[in-house]
Every structure is written in C-alpha cells, then in structure tokens.
C-alpha cells in the first residue's frame, strides 16, 4: 500500500569506449538469457512474450559507492549484512510511536547513515520529521545478475559512475541551475534560488506531474528508490507499451519504421524497436531540452535492451550517449522481477495544493522584502 500514496514529488562486460557506441557493441556485451528456449512464453509471431506486469525496486545504488572502488560485486556477506540492516531499519521506522517518545534533536538526525537507502531518505526530508519507511516502499534486496550481488546499476565505466559532464556542459547547467531547479530533481533536490518560485515552469516536472523523478518513465527507466515501483507491458507484433506506476507515464515503442523528423521533440523522445533474436533492441532519439535527464540535452541517445533472464524476470541493459553533455558513453543494467500486484491510478494533481501554495507562499516573501511580483 505504501507505494501508492499521491505525493510529489546506475554477466557484464567491460568494452573499449569507442567500440561500446556502436549498437554491435551494445549487442556483443549484453547478458544472454540465461532461461531455455522452451521456457520464454512468446507471441503468436513467435518473439518472446514480455506482457505483465514487473517491479524494478532495489537498493542497489545506480552509482557505486566509492568504497567499492571498481568492484562490479558484493561478496555475499557483505550483500547480507546490507539487507539485514535494512530489514532492521524498516522494522524500527514502523514501530508504533511511543507517547513518551523524547522530541528528535535540533536539526534532525545527524549520525552518520550507514547504507544508500538511509542517505537518501535523509536527503528527502527524513532527518527532520519527513516520509518514515510507513509511506515509503524501497527495494529490499540487492540487484542479482548471473549469480552477482551487484555494487551498482551502472557496469560502465568500471568504477561504476556516470562520467564526468564536459566543461562547455557544466558551464550550460550551472547557468540553467542559476534560475530553475532540475527538470529531473528528486524529492530531496535543492529548492534553488529564489528564481525558481517565479512560475511553475521554473519548478521540476514530478512537482509538477509530468513526468516521474529519478527517470522512472525513461529512458533510460530507473528505480526511484521511494515508491511506485511497477511498470506494465503490454506487447502487440507493431508496438510495446510501458506504463509506469509513478505519474503513470506510458511509453509507445514502435517495431519498426524510421524516427520522426529532427524537430519533433517529445518528452520521453522518440523510440524504435526491432528484434535481434530473442532480445528487443530500442532505440531513442528526439528529446526535449525541459527533461534534462543527468544534465544532458536534446543530443541524447539512448540504446535500451530487453530480454529474459527466466520466465519470470526480464533484464533491463541501457547505453546512454550524449556528446554534448558526458565524456563518454555509459550503461546499466538491472534486472524488472514479474510481480502480482496490482497498479493502481496515480492521481497527481487531484488535490495536489502544493504547488500552488508553494507559489502563493514565494509571492508573500516577495511582499516582505518589497520585492516586484513576477510577471
């Protein structure tokens, strides 16, 4: 239930960067599903059936921990010990309450957090009295590809890190940064400076329910790590579906067929699919510059790659290239389990006063500090 709530709201192998642009690099490093041919339910047109419904939580950070270092894999107690103290966490955060209970301290919790989940609830108002892990649904295992408890979602570059942004991309978004916040902000992003009340437009896209935070609606699709964990796909023989439980994004892949033209720009871009063997292959281009996935632009290329680890569980590959934006090209993998539970209708704006109010709170500072009214 708590991942339903209404709210606002990186086998693999390692490739020479140049050759991992390329879709055969993509191709030649991803993962062979690991299930035998009879046991892949497919379409009357013979493809593998990828219909259902599938839930992508997990703890596992999309970027590693620099205490991995270029550590593709956890050892087994370290994977234990990281989801035993999570279970041990999320049991003590859904105690009752005691009446006696002393007040938190000044300023929220302070102790120094001992996983990625605890760091990001406490960047997401935790510390101070913000979502306890009754309203939050987070993944409760470590990803598992090919038998390896992964260190991060990201495979490439070995230390398992988005590369770093060029200067002329820095530049861009430190100036973009000066008046808005991030398209893609979090829950726990930065308010931003006093700009960014100016109009809704200034504020991130899950504020405003367009699009989910964390690129849950992809590409690439990630986990969000707070709630809302299940997308549903449903496959016909020209298109496949995927519909996202947070701000019930869907996205339409066409099979087959050419990219729209270059000035048509659509927010989750423009994707292509088509078959290499038993592995659907998807091809995005034509983004938006107001989505700003990592900081990047409307050069974005994303190469995304679907195929079955077993009858119930797909694995999810994505190259992500953007000249004008990373020195380099970058890819993640993990795996979406097949679930039983239900979607249930993310109803955003229906009631959604917050915007409005955090607006309406901005133009009374305005009046204090006698400042003009936005135009």
Known sequence: MSHRILGFVGSVALAAAAWSLTPQ????????????????????????DFTGMYDVSTMTPLQRPPEFGNRLALTAEEANALEQYEETRYQKDRAPIQGEKPPPPVGGDKSTP????????????????????????????????????????????????????????????????????????????????AGTYDGPEARPLAERCLLGFGSTSGP???PNYFYNNLKQIVQTRDSVMIQNEMVH??????????HLP?????????????????TLVVDTTNFTDKTKFQGSGESLHVIERFSRLDAK???????????????????????????????????????????????????????????????
Not at 249 to 258: K, L, N, S
Not at 266 to 273: E, L, P, R, Y
Not at 344 to 362: F, K, P, Q, S, T
């Open 25 to 48: 690099g993509v191709s030649a490093q991803a993962p062979k599903p690991g299930a035998p041919q009879g046991a892949v339910p497919r379409t009357a047109d013979g493809h593998p």
């Open 114 to 193: 001992r996983s990625f989940l605890e760091t990001l609830f406490r960047a997401g108002g935790g510390a101070v009295g913000g979502y306890n892990l009754v309203w939050l649904n987070p993944g409760s295992r470590v990803i598992t590809i090919n038998g390896q408890k992964r260190t991060s979602i990201v495979v490439d570059p070995p230390d398992g890190k988005i590369p770093a942004m060029t200067p002329e991309a820095r530049k861009k978004m430190a100036a973009f940064l000066a008046y808005a916040v991030s398209p893609d902000a979090a829950e726990g992003g930065a308010g931003g400076p």
């Open 220 to 222: 690439p699709a990630l």
């Open 249 to 258: 994004d869907a996205r339409v892949i066409r099979i087959g067929g050419q």
């Open 262 to 278: 270059k000035d048509v720009k659509n927010w989750m871009g423009d994707s292509i699919g088509h078959w290499e063997g038993d």
């Open 313 to 375: 569980t797909l694995l999810y590959r994505f190259t992500i290239e953007d000249p004008t934006t990373w020195e380099r090209p970058w890819t993640g993998e993990y795996p979406w389990v097949g679930t039983d539970q239900i979607m249930y209708e993310y109803a955003c704006h229906e009631g959604n006063h917050a915007l409005e109010n955090v607006l309406r709170g901005a133009r009374v500072g305005d009046a204090s500090r006698g400042a003009a009214k936005p135009q």
